[in-house]
């Protein structure tokens, strides 16, 4: 299996999503500095969680309207709309004029627009995928999401100050020619059933939508343990970041002396690097070990890794730690996104991307819950605490990899029905 056999759709959307990932990287990481200066920290905070709600709202409606009327209008709707909200950002911090309230509504209008049109991206994938190709599928999207942003956010940090401007002319550029991919390049992969509803039809029909999704009890142990796991991730900005900076001393690190905040960034980095080199080699290792067997220990790895992090205060305890759970990483996300895409039905494929789109929002949430506990706790409860999320997310996998196999096949045998029927 190889990049060129996929559908074009995966094609267009893997380039496209690394040039504006890599431009959007160079800003809206540094935008909470932006909002605290205009608005002063208490207010950005707050603002910043309006953007988050808004987001998580839109995207239940973003899920709902792919499934009734098909992922590329809903894709282009919000593609539009996303260069609108970029034009006015350039414009509103451009040499001649200057608008701090317009540009975070921008912002809104953009989390409004990622919520529109992230469920029908992932839907999309799927519905032009089959089985076999998705694991070098979401390794490359995954190889290249962490490329993008890497070398993006290393650029913001040196031109977000003087050049941002420029930075968002950049932007809307991409915009506009993603927006183009998508109107004249990417096909629709997705044909609904067209049945005119009533406004409280609809309303009907999404809660309708979601109920179903909620009774779907293999989905919904699949996205807690998502939940769980992913929360490790967030610990390194969070509670790790917090415990290195007030109790690691400044320990010397080949030429130079460093501190927790300077090794929790070392850190960051090393996961980044070993994500962009580790991805190019991990599709290739040929393995006899089942895909059940390589998800639960790699989330083990990860879990232990994260639960070490979280306690020790040794440099090369730290760093080993990082590369171990970091291969545990690379070799989780495809399998996890593999079994994840065989679960939806057809026909509400973008109803279960939206609701499984908030295990971000809910790792964030236990992340900074931890945050809370730690500043009463002692780190080596903390670590234990942390260890036993992230095994309990890894147990649930365990037990429920069986029926996540079976479901698999199932779907894999009416795709081949499928193609033998074409054929």
């Known amino acids: 299996m190889r990049f060129r056999d996929f559908h074009k759709n995966i094609k267009i959307r893997i380039i496209e999503t690394f040039m504006s990932r890599f431009i959007g990287s160079m800003i809206f990481p540094f935008m909470s500095i932006y909002l605290a200066v205009h608005f002063g920290a208490k207010v950005a905070g707050l603002l910043l969680l309006i953007n988050v709600f808004v987001g998580i709202g839109i995207n239940f409606i973003g899920g709902y309207f792919a499934d009734q009327f098909g992922r590329k209008k809903i894709m282009l709707l919000a593609e539009t709309l996303r260069f609108l909200a970029f034009l006015t950002m350039m414009v509103c911090n451009s040499p001649w004029f200057e608008s701090a309230p317009i540009t975070f509504a ?10 529109l049109a992230g469920p029908a991206n992932q839907a999309m994938m799927i519905d032009v995928s089959t089985p076999p190709q998705r694991k070098l599928m979401y390794s490359i999207t995954y190889w290249a999401n962490n490329l993008s942003i890497a070398i993006g956010g290393i650029i913001g940090a040196f031109l977000f100050k003087d050049y941002l401007f420029e930075l968002f002319l950049a932007l809307s550029a991409a915009s506009v020619v ?13 044909a609904p059933v067209n049945t005119k ?38 610990q390194l900005t969070n509670y790790i970041g ?20 300077q090794t929790m960034g070392i850190l960051r980095s090393e996961n ?7 991805m190019l080699f991990v599709t290739r290792i040929k393995h006899s070990l089942q895909d059940k067997t390589v998800l639960v220990w790699s989330c083990f790895l990860f879990t232990v890794g994260y639960a070490t992090l979280a306690y020790s205060n040794n440099l090369f305890m730290l760093f080993l730690m990082m590369a171990i759970l970091t291969i545990g990483e690379v070799f989780r996300v495809p399998v996890e996104q593999s079994y994840m895409a065989s679960i939806p039905p057809d026909d509400a494929r973008s109803s279960y991307m939206a609701f499984n789109g908030l295990k971000f929002n809910l790792s964030m949430l236990i992340a900074s819950v931890t945050v809370t506990l730690g500043s009463i706790l002692p780190s080596t409860i903390m670590a234990g605490i942390i260890l036993s999320i992230g095994l309990v997310g890894t147990l649930i ?5 069986p029926e996540l196999d079976r479901r698999k096949e199932v779907v894999e045998f009416k795709q081949q029905a499928d193609t033998v029927k074409v054929g």
């Open 106 to 115: 921008m912002m809104t209008v953009n989390s409004i627009c990622w919520g």
């Open 242 to 261: 917090i415990r290195l900076s007030e109790e690691m001393p400044s320990q010397q690190f080949l030429l130079w002396q460093i501190d927790g905040v």
């Open 178 to 190: 993603t927006a183009s991919l998508v109107a004249f390049f990417i096909s629709e992969s997705y």
């Open 397 to 401: 996998l365990k037990i429920i990899t």
């Open 272 to 278: 980044t690097i070993l994500v962009v080199i580790l």
């Open 197 to 234: 509803l009533t406004p409280s039809q609809h309303v009907k029909q999404l809660l309708s939508n979601y109920g179903k999704v909620m009774h779907d009890k293999l989905f919904v142990l699949f996205t807690i343990a998502g939940v769980l796991i992913l929360s490790m991730e967030f």
